[in-house]
């Protein structure tokens, strides 16, 4: 099989090369350049498009298994490549919980007969996300988990945090720090603020994620050992790790496309699909994310795709579930919100959702380069479009961009040298 894309924009981590075809046969890229002639299969005319290298997401929840009315391995890996993802790291809080080796086969089982994207499982930290026993982690690695997490559920025992640093180390795991104070988080149900006040809703403390953070910091510090923060919300986590890199702390993390883009002011009118964990929070806040997006002190942009069943929104907010979709608008949201307004380049948000998240998780980024598999996602910076949930592809419709105009979408996709999206 031969495929030929003309007319591309080629961006990489460091540059943006316009003019340029992409010859690729057998799944490998075997020519970039211009003016390629080659007699194809498949022949795209893709002029004023941009190809990037394919994006990875490396924090979704796929539900499966035991969640599958919300979303399974087939409609949300058809998410993750409408999003331009190759592939996408899976989190640990299914049912039963992925802290065991027939869970990690039947994901990477389930997803290689099923799945439009590969999934990538991570094991639990502790087994059963108690957050008391640590996980064979050696074990869990060698038949295929890529990273441990607790997700969802914080080890809130310091001891027991120190010794899963150690222990995955020795495996040659990433820990996955979802770091949250639950004592400090006394019930609330949405970022502690004056929009928490107006509605008469129990507000969530800063001090929650940051404190949290700080224990992370300190763990990784004295035992110089790596650790990765995920999805951090507020400025004051911003600058704990900004100024623990700065140490030589050898800490990362990441941040997710709505911390960047929208405010608490978006739960007005109790709107559900802006509940979710971290909570989102305040106008500074937002702006110090994109700072640490700009300098470096946040590493990826992930999008904790946290799917939920209609009837798990539609209650009151107190009870309604946290999280939201993501995998379908994490591009748009990032062009429209980091590159339209000039915060961000191209090759920047290449780094930060193809190249930076791979690495993080000792997996090879995809990269447009011959002699590579063509894994390649191409997107229209100018198309506007509206998310709604009659164009959302993922099982469930729990998202907070429903109504807001984005500009920038996927259009094509290819993975591991198949078209898959045109």
């Known amino acids: 099989m031969t495929i030929l894309l003309k007319n591309l924009t080629i961006v990489s981590t460091t540059e943006v090369t316009t003019g340029q075809d992409i010859f690729i046969k057998d799944g490998i890229i075997e020519k970039i350049g211009t003016g390629l002639k080659e007699t194809c299969d498949t022949v795209l005319d893709l002029s004023g498009k941009i190809a990037f290298p394919a994006f990875f997401d490396m924090h979704t929840h796929m539900r499966d298994p035991g969640f599958t009315y919300k979303e399974d391995i087939e409609t949300g890996t058809k998410a993750a490549l409408h999003g331009g993802f ?92 979802h770091s949250e104070d639950l004592s400090l988080v006394n019930g609330g149900v949405m970022n502690e603020g004056a929009t928490a006040d107006r509605l008469g809703l129990r507000g969530i403390t800063r001090a929650a994620e940051e404190a949290a953070i700080a224990r992370e910091i300190i763990l990784a510090k004295s035992y110089n050992l790596p650790v990765h923060i995920t999805h951090i919300s507020t400025k004051g ?36 699909h802006a ?32 799917p939920h069943h209609f009837d798990e929104k539609k209650v009151e907010f107190d009870h309604a579930l946290n999280g939201i979709i993501g995998l379908e608008t994490s591009f748009a949201v990032a062009c429209t919100y980091l590159y339209h307004t000039k915060k961000l380049s191209l ?76």
């Open 86 to 177: 190759w592939g996408v790291a899976a989190m640990p809080n299914t049912s039963p919980v992925t802290d065991n080796v027939p869970v990690v086969e039947y994901i990477i089982n389930k997803a290689n007969k099923f799945g439009y994207a590969k999934v990538f499982p991570v094991a639990a930290i502790t087994k059963g996300l108690e957050g008391k026993e640590l996980t064979e982690m050696i074990e869990l690695k060698a038949h295929g988990a890529i990273a441990v997490s607790d997700d969802g559920k914080p080890v809130s025992d310091s001891n027991t945090m120190r010794q899963a640093l150690r222990y995955a180390h020795m495996a040659g795991m990433p820990v996955v720090c």
């Open 237 to 272: 986590s911003v600058e704990l790790i900004r100024n623990a890199k700065k140490e030589g702390v050898q800490v990362t993390c990441d941040t997710c496309p709505h911390y960047f883009s929208l405010t608490d002011e978006a739960c007005e009118g109790y709107d559900t």
């Open 275 to 306: 509940k979710m964990n971290p909570p989102l929070r305040e106008a500074f806040d937002v702006d110090a994310i994109i700072e640490g997006l700009q300098d470096g002190t946040i590493d990826a942009i992930a999008t904790d795709h946290a």
């Open 347 to 422: 090759s920047k948000i290449a780094e930060l959702m193809a190249d930076t998240p791979c690495k993080i998780l000792n997996l090879t980024p995809a990269e447009i380069k011959v002699g590579n598999v063509a894994n390649i996602t191409v997107c229209d910076l100018n198309e506007i479009w509206m998310p709604t949930p009659e164009n959302t592809v993922s099982k469930s419709k729990n998202s907070p961009y429903y109504g807001r105009e984005l500009c920038g979408k996927v259009t094509t996709v290819i993975t591991d040298g198949v078209l898959k999206l045109s």
